[in-house]
Protein backbone atom coordinates (compact mmCIF):
# COMPACT_ATOMS: atom_id res chain seq x y z
CA UNK A 1 0.00 0.00 0.00
CA UNK A 2 1.07 3.35 -0.71
CA UNK A 3 2.52 5.53 2.25
CA UNK A 4 0.29 8.02 1.39
CA UNK A 5 -2.79 5.36 1.23
CA UNK A 6 -1.84 4.28 4.70
CA UNK A 7 -1.41 7.83 5.87
CA UNK A 8 -4.84 8.42 5.11
CA UNK A 9 -6.55 4.83 6.16
CA UNK A 10 -4.57 5.62 9.61
CA UNK A 11 -6.46 9.20 9.88
CA UNK A 12 -9.93 7.65 8.68
CA UNK A 13 -9.22 4.96 11.57
CA UNK A 14 -8.49 7.41 14.67
CA UNK A 15 -11.27 9.71 13.82
CA UNK A 16 -13.59 6.49 13.72
CA UNK A 17 -12.39 5.30 16.87
CA UNK A 18 -12.83 8.89 17.97
CA UNK A 19 -15.96 8.80 16.95
CA UNK A 20 -16.60 5.77 18.66
CA UNK A 21 -15.19 6.76 21.73
CA UNK A 22 -17.37 9.88 21.68
CA UNK A 23 -20.52 8.13 21.09
CA UNK A 24 -20.41 5.00 23.40
CA UNK A 25 -22.84 3.50 25.28
CA UNK A 26 -24.09 4.83 28.18
CA UNK A 27 -25.02 2.48 31.19
CA UNK A 28 -29.25 2.69 31.43
CA UNK A 29 -28.83 2.53 34.92
CA UNK A 30 -26.52 6.14 35.03
CA UNK A 31 -29.19 7.89 32.81
CA UNK A 32 -32.05 6.80 35.00
CA UNK A 33 -30.60 7.95 37.92
CA UNK A 34 -29.39 11.34 36.24
CA UNK A 35 -33.36 11.86 34.53
CA UNK A 36 -34.46 10.94 37.90
CA UNK A 37 -32.73 13.10 40.03
CA UNK A 38 -33.58 16.01 36.74
CA UNK A 39 -37.13 15.46 37.26
CA UNK A 40 -37.13 15.01 41.64
CA UNK A 41 -35.78 18.14 42.16
CA UNK A 42 -38.29 19.90 39.79
CA UNK A 43 -40.79 18.15 41.76
CA UNK A 44 -39.30 19.51 45.00
CA UNK A 45 -39.63 23.13 43.74
CA UNK A 46 -43.27 22.44 42.44
CA UNK A 47 -44.08 21.41 46.25
CA UNK A 48 -42.26 24.16 47.35
CA UNK A 49 -44.28 26.71 45.49
CA UNK A 50 -47.64 25.14 45.16
CA UNK A 51 -49.05 26.74 47.66
CA UNK A 52 -47.65 30.58 47.33
CA UNK A 53 -49.93 33.25 47.05
CA UNK A 54 -48.76 34.82 43.83
CA UNK A 55 -48.65 31.69 42.04
CA UNK A 56 -52.03 30.41 42.84
CA UNK A 57 -54.32 30.58 39.25
CA UNK A 58 -57.05 33.03 41.67
CA UNK A 59 -53.60 35.50 41.84
CA UNK A 60 -54.10 37.79 38.78
CA UNK A 61 -51.65 38.07 35.66
CA UNK A 62 -51.04 35.55 32.65
CA UNK A 63 -52.12 32.68 35.03
CA UNK A 64 -55.63 33.72 35.86
CA UNK A 65 -56.25 34.78 32.29
CA UNK A 66 -55.02 31.33 31.18
CA UNK A 67 -56.55 29.13 34.43
CA UNK A 68 -60.37 30.89 33.32
CA UNK A 69 -59.90 29.95 29.51
CA UNK A 70 -58.80 26.50 30.44
CA UNK A 71 -61.95 26.16 32.54
CA UNK A 72 -64.46 27.37 29.80
CA UNK A 73 -62.93 24.81 27.25
CA UNK A 74 -62.99 22.13 30.36
CA UNK A 75 -67.10 23.42 30.23
CA UNK A 76 -67.11 22.58 26.56
CA UNK A 77 -66.72 26.47 25.42
CA UNK A 78 -63.94 24.54 22.76
CA UNK A 79 -64.06 27.57 20.40
CA UNK A 80 -63.62 30.26 22.54
CA UNK A 81 -65.44 33.18 20.48
CA UNK A 82 -66.23 35.21 19.18
CA UNK A 83 -63.14 36.66 18.45
CA UNK A 84 -59.39 35.89 17.77
CA UNK A 85 -57.31 34.74 20.71
CA UNK A 86 -56.05 37.11 23.22
CA UNK A 87 -52.97 34.52 24.29
CA UNK A 88 -51.23 32.05 22.70
CA UNK A 89 -53.65 29.38 22.74
CA UNK A 90 -51.45 26.05 22.82
CA UNK A 91 -51.41 26.14 26.18
CA UNK A 92 -54.64 26.91 26.64
CA UNK A 93 -55.84 23.35 25.71
CA UNK A 94 -53.15 21.84 27.40
CA UNK A 95 -54.08 23.00 30.42
CA UNK A 96 -57.73 22.07 30.13
CA UNK A 97 -56.71 18.70 29.17
CA UNK A 98 -54.39 18.16 31.79
CA UNK A 99 -56.84 19.54 34.04
CA UNK A 100 -59.63 18.10 33.07
CA UNK A 101 -58.18 14.65 33.12
CA UNK A 102 -56.88 15.09 36.49
CA UNK A 103 -58.70 18.21 38.17
CA UNK A 104 -55.90 19.20 40.24
CA UNK A 105 -53.23 22.19 39.47
CA UNK A 106 -50.57 20.19 41.54
CA UNK A 107 -50.84 17.53 38.56
CA UNK A 108 -50.60 19.83 36.22
CA UNK A 109 -47.41 21.11 37.22
CA UNK A 110 -46.25 17.58 37.90
CA UNK A 111 -46.92 16.69 34.06
CA UNK A 112 -44.88 20.19 33.34
CA UNK A 113 -41.99 18.86 35.44
CA UNK A 114 -41.83 15.51 33.31
CA UNK A 115 -42.47 17.51 30.06
CA UNK A 116 -39.54 19.61 31.28
CA UNK A 117 -37.26 16.19 32.15
CA UNK A 118 -37.92 15.21 28.16
CA UNK A 119 -36.39 18.33 27.84
CA UNK A 120 -33.26 18.10 29.28
CA UNK A 121 -33.09 14.63 27.99
CA UNK A 122 -33.83 15.92 24.36
CA UNK A 123 -30.52 18.44 25.28
CA UNK A 124 -28.62 16.04 26.35
CA UNK A 125 -29.19 13.47 23.51
CA UNK A 126 -28.89 17.25 20.75
CA UNK A 127 -25.52 17.71 22.46
CA UNK A 128 -23.79 14.52 22.13
CA UNK A 129 -25.09 14.22 18.15
CA UNK A 130 -22.76 17.51 17.40
CA UNK A 131 -20.08 17.38 20.28
CA UNK A 132 -20.20 14.20 22.23
CA UNK A 133 -20.60 12.43 25.11
CA UNK A 134 -18.88 13.95 27.50
CA UNK A 135 -20.14 17.45 26.20
CA UNK A 136 -23.68 15.67 26.59
CA UNK A 137 -22.92 15.15 30.17
CA UNK A 138 -21.77 18.68 30.31
CA UNK A 139 -24.84 19.70 29.06
CA UNK A 140 -27.44 18.11 31.15
CA UNK A 141 -26.04 18.93 34.37
CA UNK A 142 -25.92 23.08 33.10
CA UNK A 143 -29.53 22.38 32.08
CA UNK A 144 -30.38 20.39 35.58
CA UNK A 145 -28.87 23.33 37.54
CA UNK A 146 -30.31 26.39 35.12
CA UNK A 147 -33.18 27.80 37.57
CA UNK A 148 -35.36 29.46 34.88
CA UNK A 149 -35.84 26.20 33.39
CA UNK A 150 -37.00 24.89 36.66
CA UNK A 151 -38.66 28.24 37.86
CA UNK A 152 -41.14 28.25 34.95
CA UNK A 153 -42.35 24.91 34.93
CA UNK A 154 -43.74 25.23 38.38
CA UNK A 155 -46.02 28.06 36.92
CA UNK A 156 -49.27 27.73 35.54
CA UNK A 157 -48.21 29.78 32.29
CA UNK A 158 -47.67 29.16 28.72
CA UNK A 159 -43.55 29.48 29.09
CA UNK A 160 -43.84 25.76 30.97
CA UNK A 161 -44.00 24.27 27.44
CA UNK A 162 -40.93 26.32 26.49
CA UNK A 163 -38.19 24.16 26.97
CA UNK A 164 -39.66 21.00 26.06
CA UNK A 165 -40.72 22.46 22.69
CA UNK A 166 -37.45 24.33 22.03
CA UNK A 167 -35.41 21.13 23.00
CA UNK A 168 -37.56 18.63 21.34
CA UNK A 169 -37.56 20.34 17.74
CA UNK A 170 -33.93 20.84 17.71
CA UNK A 171 -32.98 17.49 18.48
CA UNK A 172 -35.23 16.83 15.30
CA UNK A 173 -33.56 19.05 13.42
CA UNK A 174 -30.36 17.72 14.71
CA UNK A 175 -31.07 14.23 13.40
CA UNK A 176 -32.70 15.90 10.11
CA UNK A 177 -29.53 17.57 9.21
CA UNK A 178 -26.92 14.40 10.30
CA UNK A 179 -29.29 11.74 8.94
CA UNK A 180 -29.89 13.58 5.98
CA UNK A 181 -34.01 11.94 6.65
CA UNK A 182 -36.40 14.63 5.75
CA UNK A 183 -39.06 12.73 7.75
CA UNK A 184 -36.96 14.34 10.72
CA UNK A 185 -37.48 17.78 9.26
CA UNK A 186 -40.84 17.39 8.89
CA UNK A 187 -40.97 16.98 12.29
CA UNK A 188 -39.20 20.28 12.92
CA UNK A 189 -41.61 22.05 11.59
CA UNK A 190 -44.73 20.56 13.13
CA UNK A 191 -43.34 21.39 16.41
CA UNK A 192 -41.71 24.66 15.56
CA UNK A 193 -45.54 24.89 14.49
CA UNK A 194 -47.11 23.90 17.15
CA UNK A 195 -44.77 25.69 19.36
CA UNK A 196 -45.61 28.64 17.06
CA UNK A 197 -49.48 28.62 19.40
CA UNK A 198 -47.57 28.68 22.33
CA UNK A 199 -44.69 31.44 21.63
CA UNK A 200 -45.37 32.89 18.09
CA UNK A 201 -41.49 34.35 18.03
CA UNK A 202 -40.74 31.05 16.94
CA UNK A 203 -42.63 31.37 13.59
CA UNK A 204 -40.21 34.09 13.01
CA UNK A 205 -36.98 32.28 13.85
CA UNK A 206 -38.25 29.10 11.69
CA UNK A 207 -38.46 31.23 8.84
CA UNK A 208 -35.04 32.33 9.17
CA UNK A 209 -33.66 28.71 8.89
CA UNK A 210 -35.42 28.26 5.93
CA UNK A 211 -34.11 31.27 4.63
CA UNK A 212 -30.56 30.05 6.00
CA UNK A 213 -31.23 26.25 3.75
CA UNK A 214 -32.03 28.28 0.63
CA UNK A 215 -29.31 30.63 0.75
CA UNK A 216 -27.47 26.99 0.91
CA UNK A 217 -29.53 25.96 -2.16
CA UNK A 218 -31.43 23.05 0.16
CA UNK A 219 -34.50 23.23 -1.52
CA UNK A 220 -36.09 19.96 0.06
CA UNK A 221 -35.33 20.22 3.42
CA UNK A 222 -36.85 24.21 3.31
CA UNK A 223 -39.67 22.66 1.91
CA UNK A 224 -39.97 20.06 4.57
CA UNK A 225 -39.73 22.19 7.29
CA UNK A 226 -42.35 24.85 5.91
CA UNK A 227 -44.87 22.61 5.27
CA UNK A 228 -44.37 20.91 9.06
CA UNK A 229 -44.87 24.49 10.07
CA UNK A 230 -47.94 24.76 7.97
CA UNK A 231 -49.30 21.52 9.24
CA UNK A 232 -48.61 22.98 12.94
CA UNK A 233 -49.71 25.83 12.67
CA UNK A 234 -52.96 24.39 10.73
CA UNK A 235 -55.61 24.09 13.68
CA UNK A 236 -55.08 27.89 15.07
CA UNK A 237 -55.97 29.39 11.48
CA UNK A 238 -58.81 26.58 11.21
CA UNK A 239 -60.46 27.99 14.49
CA UNK A 240 -59.88 31.87 13.57
CA UNK A 241 -61.29 31.38 10.03
CA UNK A 242 -64.13 29.07 11.67
CA UNK A 243 -65.34 30.99 15.24
CA UNK A 244 -63.85 34.45 14.55
CA UNK A 245 -64.65 34.62 10.34
CA UNK A 246 -60.80 36.18 10.64
CA UNK A 247 -57.74 34.50 8.71
CA UNK A 248 -55.04 35.14 10.81
CA UNK A 249 -52.45 32.58 12.20
CA UNK A 250 -52.33 33.58 15.75
CA UNK A 251 -53.95 35.89 18.54
CA UNK A 252 -54.82 39.22 18.44
CA UNK A 253 -52.05 41.26 20.44
CA UNK A 254 -48.94 40.52 18.31
CA UNK A 255 -49.84 44.40 16.64
CA UNK A 256 -50.07 45.67 19.84
CA UNK A 257 -46.93 43.90 21.45
CA UNK A 258 -45.01 44.74 18.11
CA UNK A 259 -45.97 48.61 18.50
CA UNK A 260 -44.77 47.90 22.26
CA UNK A 261 -41.30 47.27 21.09
CA UNK A 262 -41.14 49.99 18.15
CA UNK A 263 -42.34 53.51 18.85
CA UNK A 264 -41.37 57.03 19.73
CA UNK A 265 -39.83 56.23 23.31
CA UNK A 266 -39.77 52.78 23.21
CA UNK A 267 -36.68 51.66 25.22
CA UNK A 268 -36.23 47.67 24.43
CA UNK A 269 -38.98 46.61 27.54
CA UNK A 270 -42.84 46.45 28.03
CA UNK A 271 -44.58 49.66 28.52
CA UNK A 272 -47.86 50.64 29.38
CA UNK A 273 -49.72 52.09 25.92
CA UNK A 274 -51.64 54.91 27.10
CA UNK A 275 -55.66 53.93 26.94
CA UNK A 276 -54.89 50.41 27.26
CA UNK A 277 -54.98 48.51 30.54
CA UNK A 278 -52.03 46.49 31.89
CA UNK A 279 -53.39 43.31 31.77
CA UNK A 280 -54.47 40.29 29.56
CA UNK A 281 -57.88 41.04 29.64
CA UNK A 282 -57.39 44.90 29.63
CA UNK A 283 -55.16 44.05 26.10
CA UNK A 284 -58.61 42.31 25.02
CA UNK A 285 -61.00 44.69 25.58
CA UNK A 286 -59.10 48.14 24.99
CA UNK A 287 -56.72 47.24 22.05
CA UNK A 288 -59.86 47.23 19.17
CA UNK A 289 -61.47 50.35 20.81
CA UNK A 290 -58.38 52.22 20.66
CA UNK A 291 -57.77 51.23 17.34
CA UNK A 292 -61.82 52.30 16.86
CA UNK A 293 -61.81 55.43 18.25
CA UNK A 294 -58.45 56.67 16.02
CA UNK A 295 -59.91 55.28 12.49
CA UNK A 296 -63.65 56.27 13.05
CA UNK A 297 -65.24 53.03 12.38
CA UNK A 298 -65.48 49.61 13.96
CA UNK A 299 -62.36 46.71 13.61
CA UNK A 300 -62.15 43.20 13.86
CA UNK A 301 -59.41 42.36 16.05
CA UNK A 302 -56.94 41.46 13.49
CA UNK A 303 -57.83 45.11 12.00
CA UNK A 304 -57.03 46.51 15.41
CA UNK A 305 -53.84 44.59 15.56
CA UNK A 306 -52.74 45.78 11.87
CA UNK A 307 -53.47 49.45 13.03
CA UNK A 308 -50.75 49.12 15.39
CA UNK A 309 -48.40 47.82 13.63
CA UNK A 310 -49.27 50.48 10.90
CA UNK A 311 -48.31 53.03 13.71
CA UNK A 312 -44.77 50.93 14.19
CA UNK A 313 -44.10 50.61 10.30
CA UNK A 314 -44.59 54.66 10.03
CA UNK A 315 -42.53 55.58 12.61
CA UNK A 316 -39.61 53.07 11.58
CA UNK A 317 -39.82 54.74 7.94
CA UNK A 318 -40.31 58.36 9.37
CA UNK A 319 -37.11 57.45 11.68
CA UNK A 320 -35.10 54.55 9.99
CA UNK A 321 -31.74 55.89 12.38
CA UNK A 322 -33.93 55.68 15.63
CA UNK A 323 -35.36 52.46 14.53
CA UNK A 324 -32.47 50.90 13.28
CA UNK A 325 -30.35 51.98 16.89
CA UNK A 326 -33.08 50.68 18.84
CA UNK A 327 -33.26 47.12 17.05
CA UNK A 328 -29.60 47.04 17.33
CA UNK A 329 -30.22 47.37 21.33
CA UNK A 330 -32.98 45.15 21.86
CA UNK A 331 -30.84 42.35 20.04
CA UNK A 332 -27.86 42.95 22.23
CA UNK A 333 -30.90 42.93 25.70
CA UNK A 334 -31.87 39.43 24.45
CA UNK A 335 -28.36 38.34 25.01
CA UNK A 336 -27.96 40.20 28.22
CA UNK A 337 -28.14 38.42 31.36
CA UNK A 338 -30.56 41.40 33.32
CA UNK A 339 -33.40 39.21 34.34
CA UNK A 340 -36.58 41.03 33.49
CA UNK A 341 -39.61 40.45 34.96
CA UNK A 342 -43.13 39.80 33.25
CA UNK A 343 -45.03 39.20 34.89
CA UNK A 344 -43.28 37.22 37.39
CA UNK A 345 -39.74 37.68 38.84
CA UNK A 346 -37.38 35.44 38.73
CA UNK A 347 -35.08 36.47 41.67
CA UNK A 348 -37.58 37.23 43.77
CA UNK A 349 -38.40 33.38 43.92
CA UNK A 350 -34.97 32.32 44.07
CA UNK A 351 -33.71 35.00 47.00
CA UNK A 352 -36.49 35.47 49.01
CA UNK A 353 -38.88 32.37 48.64
CA UNK A 354 -37.71 29.24 50.71
CA UNK A 355 -37.09 27.02 47.36
CA UNK A 356 -34.25 25.54 46.53
CA UNK A 357 -33.68 27.83 42.97
CA UNK A 358 -31.50 29.16 44.89
CA UNK A 359 -29.33 26.58 45.14
CA UNK A 360 -29.89 26.75 41.08
CA UNK A 361 -27.18 29.18 40.05
CA UNK A 362 -26.75 28.66 36.10
CA UNK A 363 -28.23 31.01 33.64
CA UNK A 364 -27.78 33.61 31.26
CA UNK A 365 -24.62 35.19 32.89
CA UNK A 366 -22.59 32.14 32.48
CA UNK A 367 -25.32 30.26 29.44
CA UNK A 368 -24.76 33.39 27.11
CA UNK A 369 -20.90 33.72 26.88
CA UNK A 370 -20.05 29.78 26.98
CA UNK A 371 -22.70 29.25 24.62
CA UNK A 372 -21.88 31.61 22.16
CA UNK A 373 -18.07 30.81 22.23
CA UNK A 374 -18.85 27.03 22.07
CA UNK A 375 -21.61 27.58 19.00
CA UNK A 376 -18.52 29.73 17.08
CA UNK A 377 -15.52 28.43 17.78
CA UNK A 378 -15.92 24.88 19.24
CA UNK A 379 -18.52 23.66 16.12
CA UNK A 380 -17.47 20.41 15.16
CA UNK A 381 -15.68 19.35 12.25
CA UNK A 382 -17.39 16.80 10.86
CA UNK A 383 -20.70 18.22 9.65
CA UNK A 384 -19.95 21.72 9.83
CA UNK A 385 -21.67 22.96 7.60
CA UNK A 386 -24.78 21.43 8.87
CA UNK A 387 -24.19 22.47 12.38
CA UNK A 388 -24.25 26.34 11.08
CA UNK A 389 -27.84 25.77 9.53
CA UNK A 390 -28.88 24.45 12.88
CA UNK A 391 -26.89 26.95 15.05
CA UNK A 392 -28.51 29.76 12.86
CA UNK A 393 -31.74 29.30 15.21
CA UNK A 394 -29.35 31.07 17.97
CA UNK A 395 -29.28 34.45 15.86
CA UNK A 396 -32.89 33.57 14.21
CA UNK A 397 -34.62 33.63 17.64
CA UNK A 398 -32.94 36.67 19.02
CA UNK A 399 -33.86 38.67 15.92
CA UNK A 400 -37.27 37.19 16.18
CA UNK A 401 -37.51 38.26 20.04
CA UNK A 402 -35.79 41.88 19.29
CA UNK A 403 -38.74 42.70 16.56
CA UNK A 404 -41.12 43.19 19.71
CA UNK A 405 -39.72 43.68 23.48
CA UNK A 406 -37.36 42.13 25.71
CA UNK A 407 -38.31 39.85 28.78
CA UNK A 408 -37.18 37.03 30.91
CA UNK A 409 -39.95 34.31 29.64
CA UNK A 410 -39.47 35.50 25.72
CA UNK A 411 -35.91 34.50 25.55
CA UNK A 412 -36.06 31.30 27.54
CA UNK A 413 -36.05 29.49 23.96
CA UNK A 414 -32.76 30.93 23.52
CA UNK A 415 -31.09 29.12 26.53
CA UNK A 416 -31.71 25.87 25.14
CA UNK A 417 -29.04 26.08 22.42
CA UNK A 418 -26.72 28.33 24.49
CA UNK A 419 -27.03 25.02 26.80
CA UNK A 420 -25.89 23.06 23.84
CA UNK A 421 -23.21 25.40 23.21
CA UNK A 422 -21.98 25.57 26.82
CA UNK A 423 -21.53 22.13 26.96
CA UNK A 424 -19.02 21.98 23.95
CA UNK A 425 -17.24 24.74 25.09
CA UNK A 426 -16.85 22.86 28.22
CA UNK A 427 -15.93 19.75 26.69
CA UNK A 428 -13.48 21.52 24.65
CA UNK A 429 -11.72 23.22 27.49
CA UNK A 430 -11.25 20.46 28.86
CA UNK A 431 -9.81 18.01 26.17
CA UNK A 432 -7.27 21.40 25.31
CA UNK A 433 -6.07 21.47 28.79
CA UNK A 434 -5.47 17.72 28.85
CA UNK A 435 -3.57 17.98 25.77
CA UNK A 436 -2.00 20.56 26.96
CA UNK A 437 -2.83 22.56 23.80
CA UNK A 438 -3.04 25.77 25.57
CA UNK A 439 -2.47 28.32 22.47
CA UNK A 440 -5.58 27.10 20.70
CA UNK A 441 -7.97 28.51 23.50
CA UNK A 442 -6.60 31.64 23.88
CA UNK A 443 -8.68 33.58 21.34
CA UNK A 444 -12.01 31.76 22.46
CA UNK A 445 -11.15 32.58 26.36
CA UNK A 446 -10.81 36.43 25.80
CA UNK A 447 -13.78 36.46 23.69
CA UNK A 448 -15.80 34.31 26.42
CA UNK A 449 -14.14 36.81 29.29
CA UNK A 450 -15.22 39.62 26.69
CA UNK A 451 -18.62 38.62 26.59
CA UNK A 452 -19.04 37.62 29.85
CA UNK A 453 -18.36 41.32 30.85
CA UNK A 454 -20.61 42.75 28.61
CA UNK A 455 -23.38 40.23 29.08
CA UNK A 456 -23.23 40.97 33.07
CA UNK A 457 -23.07 44.75 33.03
CA UNK A 458 -25.98 46.75 34.91
CA UNK A 459 -28.81 48.00 32.93
CA UNK A 460 -31.50 50.58 33.36
CA UNK A 461 -34.06 47.45 33.48
CA UNK A 462 -35.25 46.20 36.39
CA UNK A 463 -35.31 42.47 37.55
CA UNK A 464 -38.77 43.63 39.24
CA UNK A 465 -37.69 41.49 42.64
CA UNK A 466 -38.99 44.91 44.64
CA UNK A 467 -42.33 45.27 42.85
CA UNK A 468 -43.19 41.31 42.94
CA UNK A 469 -42.18 41.62 47.32
CA UNK A 470 -45.01 45.13 47.02
CA UNK A 471 -47.24 42.35 44.91
CA UNK A 472 -46.79 39.56 47.63
CA UNK A 473 -47.73 42.23 50.57
CA UNK A 474 -50.92 42.92 48.89
CA UNK A 475 -51.81 39.73 48.17
CA UNK A 476 -51.36 38.62 51.63
CA UNK A 477 -53.83 41.32 52.48
CA UNK A 478 -56.41 40.04 50.05
CA UNK A 479 -56.32 36.35 51.51
CA UNK A 480 -56.51 37.82 55.24
CA UNK A 481 -53.00 36.59 56.20
CA UNK A 482 -51.97 40.26 57.58
CA UNK A 483 -49.25 39.29 60.09
CA UNK A 484 -47.35 37.88 57.16
CA UNK A 485 -48.26 41.17 55.61
CA UNK A 486 -46.57 43.20 58.13
CA UNK A 487 -43.43 41.19 57.84
CA UNK A 488 -43.46 42.03 54.03
CA UNK A 489 -43.45 45.97 54.93
CA UNK A 490 -40.63 45.78 57.06
CA UNK A 491 -38.16 44.00 54.84
CA UNK A 492 -39.67 46.19 52.02
CA UNK A 493 -39.42 49.56 53.50
CA UNK A 494 -35.26 48.58 54.15
CA UNK A 495 -34.30 47.87 50.97
CA UNK A 496 -36.12 50.93 49.51
CA UNK A 497 -34.69 54.61 49.82
CA UNK A 498 -38.10 55.97 48.93
CA UNK A 499 -39.38 55.58 52.47
CA UNK A 500 -43.13 55.51 53.23
CA UNK A 501 -44.08 54.16 49.52
CA UNK A 502 -44.91 51.03 50.67
CA UNK A 503 -46.80 51.56 53.50
CA UNK A 504 -49.12 53.72 51.02
CA UNK A 505 -49.42 51.19 49.14
CA UNK A 506 -50.49 48.36 51.41
CA UNK A 507 -52.50 51.10 52.94
CA UNK A 508 -54.41 51.46 49.88
CA UNK A 509 -55.27 47.62 49.82
CA UNK A 510 -55.92 47.83 53.40
CA UNK A 511 -58.76 50.08 51.91
CA UNK A 512 -59.97 47.69 49.57
CA UNK A 513 -60.34 44.42 52.02
CA UNK A 514 -62.45 46.92 54.56
CA UNK A 515 -59.95 46.98 57.34
CA UNK A 516 -59.56 50.87 58.13
CA UNK A 517 -57.64 50.68 61.50
CA UNK A 518 -54.84 48.86 59.38
CA UNK A 519 -54.97 51.21 56.50
CA UNK A 520 -54.47 54.22 58.72
CA UNK A 521 -51.44 52.88 60.50
CA UNK A 522 -49.81 52.41 57.49
CA UNK A 523 -50.95 56.03 55.65
CA UNK A 524 -49.71 57.62 59.08
CA UNK A 525 -46.47 56.09 58.64
CA UNK A 526 -46.49 56.75 54.82
CA UNK A 527 -46.94 60.60 54.93
CA UNK A 528 -44.08 62.73 54.41
CA UNK A 529 -42.49 64.79 51.48
CA UNK A 530 -43.10 62.31 48.56
CA UNK A 531 -46.98 61.87 49.62
CA UNK A 532 -49.76 63.05 47.54
CA UNK A 533 -52.28 65.53 48.79
CA UNK A 534 -54.79 62.79 48.23
CA UNK A 535 -52.62 60.89 50.66
CA UNK A 536 -53.35 62.92 53.19
CA UNK A 537 -56.86 64.07 52.43
CA UNK A 538 -57.21 59.74 53.03
CA UNK A 539 -55.28 60.00 56.04
CA UNK A 540 -57.66 62.64 57.33
CA UNK A 541 -60.84 60.99 56.86
CA UNK A 542 -59.85 57.84 58.30
CA UNK A 543 -58.79 59.62 61.24
CA UNK A 544 -62.05 61.58 61.71
CA UNK A 545 -63.62 58.65 61.16
CA UNK A 546 -61.71 55.91 63.50
CA UNK A 547 -60.58 58.53 65.69
CA UNK A 548 -61.02 62.15 66.39
CA UNK A 549 -61.71 65.49 64.38
CA UNK A 550 -59.23 67.19 66.22
CA UNK A 551 -56.80 64.75 65.28
CA UNK A 552 -57.46 64.97 61.75
CA UNK A 553 -57.13 68.72 61.76
CA UNK A 554 -53.51 68.73 60.99
CA UNK A 555 -53.81 66.11 57.77
CA UNK A 556 -56.46 68.05 56.38
CA UNK A 557 -54.85 71.65 56.83
CA UNK A 558 -51.95 70.22 55.43
CA UNK A 559 -53.19 68.93 52.00
CA UNK A 560 -54.60 72.32 52.05
CA UNK A 561 -51.27 74.05 52.11
CA UNK A 562 -49.83 71.47 49.11
CA UNK A 563 -52.37 73.00 46.55
CA UNK A 564 -54.78 75.71 48.03
CA UNK A 565 -56.80 76.03 44.80
CA UNK A 566 -58.18 72.27 44.86
CA UNK A 567 -61.79 72.73 46.24
CA UNK A 568 -61.60 68.74 47.41
CA UNK A 569 -58.87 69.79 50.12
CA UNK A 570 -60.82 72.96 51.01
CA UNK A 571 -64.16 71.76 51.73
CA UNK A 572 -63.06 68.62 53.57
CA UNK A 573 -60.97 70.87 55.47
CA UNK A 574 -63.68 73.20 56.27
CA UNK A 575 -66.25 69.97 56.89
CA UNK A 576 -63.76 69.17 59.56
CA UNK A 577 -63.66 72.31 60.99
CA UNK A 578 -67.03 72.67 61.15
CA UNK A 579 -67.46 69.36 63.44
CA UNK A 580 -64.91 71.39 65.47
CA UNK A 581 -67.40 73.72 66.04
CA UNK A 582 -64.69 76.70 64.72
CA UNK A 583 -67.60 78.36 62.61
CA UNK A 584 -65.29 81.09 61.28
CA UNK A 585 -62.27 79.22 59.79
CA UNK A 586 -64.80 76.72 58.55
CA UNK A 587 -66.62 79.33 56.63
CA UNK A 588 -63.37 80.54 55.48
CA UNK A 589 -62.19 77.65 54.00
CA UNK A 590 -65.89 76.25 52.57
CA UNK A 591 -65.90 79.59 50.58
CA UNK A 592 -62.91 79.09 49.15
CA UNK A 593 -64.03 76.17 47.77
CA UNK A 594 -67.35 77.38 46.15
CA UNK A 595 -64.84 80.35 44.99
CA UNK A 596 -63.15 77.25 43.46
CA UNK A 597 -66.34 74.84 42.26
CA UNK A 598 -69.68 77.17 42.73
CA UNK A 599 -71.34 73.83 41.22
CA UNK A 600 -70.98 71.99 44.68
CA UNK A 601 -74.15 72.11 46.71
CA UNK A 602 -72.47 70.15 49.26
CA UNK A 603 -69.85 73.15 49.84
CA UNK A 604 -73.00 75.69 49.38
CA UNK A 605 -74.85 74.19 52.04
CA UNK A 606 -72.57 73.64 54.47
CA UNK A 607 -70.86 76.97 54.25
CA UNK A 608 -74.88 78.64 54.67
CA UNK A 609 -75.00 76.29 57.67
CA UNK A 610 -71.21 78.24 59.10
CA UNK A 611 -73.15 81.53 58.05
CA UNK A 612 -75.87 80.72 59.94
CA UNK A 613 -74.56 79.68 63.13
CA UNK A 614 -72.47 83.01 62.99
CA UNK A 615 -75.44 84.82 62.74
CA UNK A 616 -75.08 85.76 59.27
CA UNK A 617 -78.71 84.97 58.02
CA UNK A 618 -79.01 86.44 55.03
CA UNK A 619 -75.65 85.30 54.00
CA UNK A 620 -76.54 81.89 54.46
CA UNK A 621 -79.91 82.09 53.17
CA UNK A 622 -78.23 83.33 50.20
CA UNK A 623 -75.87 80.24 50.04
CA UNK A 624 -78.56 77.86 50.69
CA UNK A 625 -80.85 79.03 47.55
CA UNK A 626 -77.89 78.49 45.38
CA UNK A 627 -77.39 75.05 46.54
CA UNK A 628 -80.99 73.84 46.45
CA UNK A 629 -80.96 75.44 42.83
CA UNK A 630 -78.09 72.69 41.91
CA UNK A 631 -79.47 70.28 43.82
CA UNK A 632 -82.93 70.17 45.29
CA UNK A 633 -82.50 67.12 47.15
CA UNK A 634 -79.36 67.91 49.45
CA UNK A 635 -79.76 66.83 52.65
CA UNK A 636 -77.50 69.51 54.96
CA UNK A 637 -79.89 72.08 52.48
CA UNK A 638 -83.01 71.04 52.55
CA UNK A 639 -82.83 70.48 56.97
CA UNK A 640 -81.44 74.17 56.93
CA UNK A 641 -84.17 75.18 54.52
CA UNK A 642 -86.52 73.72 57.17
CA UNK A 643 -84.96 75.95 60.28
CA UNK A 644 -84.16 78.78 58.00
CA UNK A 645 -88.24 79.82 56.86
Given at each position: ??K ?5 S ?22 V ?5 C??Q ?6 Q ?8 T????D ?9 RV ?10 L ?20 Y ?24 W ?5 A ?10 G ?7 L?L ?9 A?A ?30 P ?14 A ?20 A ?14 S ?40 E ?13 D ?12 H ?21 A??YS ?17 G ?27 A ?15 S????L ?7 V???G ?31 N???S ?80 R ?26 D ?6 L ?6 R ?12 A ?17 K ?32
Amino acid sequence: MPKKSAAVSAGVSDVTAGSQERQGTVPILLLVCFFGFCLIQKIVVIFQLRHHPLVQTGAGLDTTAYAELAERVIGGDWGLGPGLYYVSPLYIYVLAACRGLTGSYTAVRLIQAVLGTVGIAAIVWTTREWFGRRAAWIAGILAAFTGLFTFYEALILQTSLDVFLTASALLCLTLALKRHDQRWMLATGLIFGIQTMNRPNIAIAAAGLVVVMLARRRWRPALMLTAGMLLGLSPAVARNIVVSHQFSLLSSHGGLNFYIGNHEGADGFYQIVPGITPSIKGQQEDTRRVAERALGHAVTDAQASDYFVNLSVSWMAAHPGDALLLMVRKFGLVFHAQHIALPYSYPFYQYDVPTWLRFYVIGPWLLVPLGLVGLVFFAPRRGRRDFLVWAAFVPCYAAAVALFFMSERYRLPLLVPLVVGAGGAIDALIQHVTSRQLRALAVPVVVAVVIGVLVNTRTSANDGRFAEGVRMAHQLVLIGRFDETEGWVDRLEAATPLKGTVHASVARQYLQAQQPERALAHLTKSLGSRSSQDDWLTTGRLTAELTTADAAESYFRHAVEMDPQKADARQQYGLNLLVLNRFDEASRELAAAVAIDPQNAGSLSHLAYCEAKLGRLPEARQHLAAALAIDPNDRMARQLAAVLK
